[in-house]
């Protein structure tokens, strides 16, 4: 009988691990939808403090894409891809609402990443210190902040109702345009070049083909600044490299949509930068790196599809003194003034001030063959780098400003540097910071966590 009972558990060892084998990995559906955010008149475009009136003319079109991911065991989410600089949870929450309400998606399974083009327009509620419109102005910013609330609502409803079947593919490629702009002048950290400091210059590309093998869309991220256009063209509207990557693949792969998604380049910028022209030639660069991949054997993307979210709150060095936001309230600098007025007004009301910068973040695990690493906030560099070290197993991609921008995101290595990216942003964010050393640590912490969900 021993010998009968050890030969059936045998049987059945080897029948299982035939179907685990042989078993499909999970269906994928995709959907895709892409709306024109242009604008349709002059509106005060985002990202610099220095411009001084509304844009004067489009030098190509901004757009708005969706790309609705459903595996078969009913999980679903979207990626929203937009032409902007950056959005925040103010400005999202009527959005995520809505589309909670029509669409059945929770908050947490829709990720907008916005380009971080500096040539698209103002949106409400984002940079509060930054910006401060006369009436007019203000007007125009707040009509096309509503336009593109509705487009986003829509946008996702039209990407649902286009659910297919589909097969994804991966690969990966390098364009050399991104510098690290974090320069070392007279003992302090300054803007510049710095060629010898690190910078991502990985191009991820997701390829969404039909069962029949033909392209619908390329899903593609690098990790830099849209911030190549100044100068004579410092008032056009524009999609920066980005736009123009985009049209470049749309010429050459006619009927395909992208959507980029912006990787964690905080602390790059492109280069050469200051021109129209070295925009067009940044995104011929991008698109060439893009289609390369395209044209080379990919790696297959398989289901299932599982998603770890979560929030957590990265603390803030100690609040200012009534006095001392005060004194900055008469401060020379305009934006220094507007951002001690924010906190005088929440004093005033009784509001208790920002001892943290709330942050979420999610990961995005297509079966064993592909992870999204979706953060909040302009992710500085040293993130991704440490990121497809410690998770290189998980065949990693980075994407930063997701969700929403609540200021730039350092590591303890750029928190003792000092410069833009540790503190004076925090000015044009309308936050009194830093924020504190162990921000990295509670980041990669979570992250950890997250990952151990989607895997088990």
């Not at 269906?27 to 008149?41: F, S």
């Not at 996702?156 to 079947?165: N, Q, R, S, T």
């Not at 999609?239 to 010429?251: K, W």
């Not at 509001?351 to 979706?374: H, I, Q, S």
Request: aromatic share 8%.
């Amino acid at each position: 009988m021993l010998r009968i009972a050890r030969a059936i558990s045998w049987i059945c060892v080897f029948l299982l691990t035939g179907i685990l084998q042989t078993a499909e990995p999970a269906a994928l559906k995709v959907g895709l939808a892409v709306r024109d955010i242009t604008p349709d008149g002059p509106v005060w475009l985002n990202g610099y403090a220095a411009r001084d009136h509304a844009s004067e003319k489009v030098d190509n079109a901004l757009k708005a894409t969706a790309a609705t991911f459903e595996h078969g065991a009913g999980e679903r989410f979207v990626i929203i891809g937009i032409d902007n600089c950056e959005v925040s949870r103010e400005f999202m929450a009527p959005v995520l609402e809505a589309i909670e309400k029509k669409h059945k998606l929770p908050p947490d399974a829709v990720i907008l990443v916005p380009s971080h083009t500096h040539s698209a327009p103002c949106l409400p509620d984002v940079l509060p210190a930054m910006f401060t419109f006369g009436p007019v102005e203000k007007e125009r910013v707040a009509a096309y902040g509503e336009r593109l609330r509705g487009v986003l609502v829509e946008l996702v409803g039209a990407a649902i109702e286009d659910l297919k079947p589909a097969t994804l593919e991966q690969g990966k490629s390098r364009a050399g345009f991104a510098m690290n702009r974090r320069r070392a002048v007279a003992g302090r950290v300054d803007f510049g070049e710095s060629p010898e400091a690190p910078a991502d210059r990985d191009v991820h590309v997701l390829k969404i083909a039909g069962p029949d093998g033909a392209l619908r869309a390329i899903i593609y991220g690098y990790a830099c600044h849209g911030t190549t256009i100044a100068g004579e063209e410092f008032y056009q509207v524009s999609g920066d490299y980005i736009g123009y990557a985009r049209d470049h693949l749309e010429a050459v792969f006619p009927g395909a949509r992208t959507l980029f998604l912006t990787g964690a380049g905080a602390d790059s910028n492109p280069s050469p930068r200051g021109r129209l022209i070295f925009a067009k030639r940044h995104g011929l660069e991008l698109a060439g790196a893009v289609a390369g991949v395209l044209g080379r054997p990919m790696e297959p993307v398989h289901g299932p599809i599982r998603r770890a979210f979560a929030r957590i709150d990265l603390p803030l060095g100690p609040s200012p003194s009534r006095e001392k936001l005060v004194a900055d309230s008469q401060n020379k600098d305009p934006y220094i003034k507007n951002r001690a007025n924010l906190w005088l007004s929440m004093l005033d009301s009784g509001k208790e001030l920002p001892r943290a910068v709330n942050y979420p973040m999610e990961v995005v695990r297509f079966g064993n063959d592909l992870t999204l690493f979706f953060m909040a906030g302009e992710v500085v560099v040293d993130y991704p780098i440490q990121i497809k070290r410690e998770f290189a197993a998980e065949h990693p991609w980075v994407v930063g400003y997701a969700f929403e921008v609540p200021c730039y995101i350092p590591t303890v290595r750029i928190l003792k540097e000092g410069g833009y990216e540790a503190d004076s942003s925090l000015i044009y964010y309308g936050i009194y910071g830093p924020l504190l050393d162990r921000t990295e640590g509670l980041i990669f912490e979570n992250l950890r966590e997250l990952v151990r969900k989607v895997k088990s």
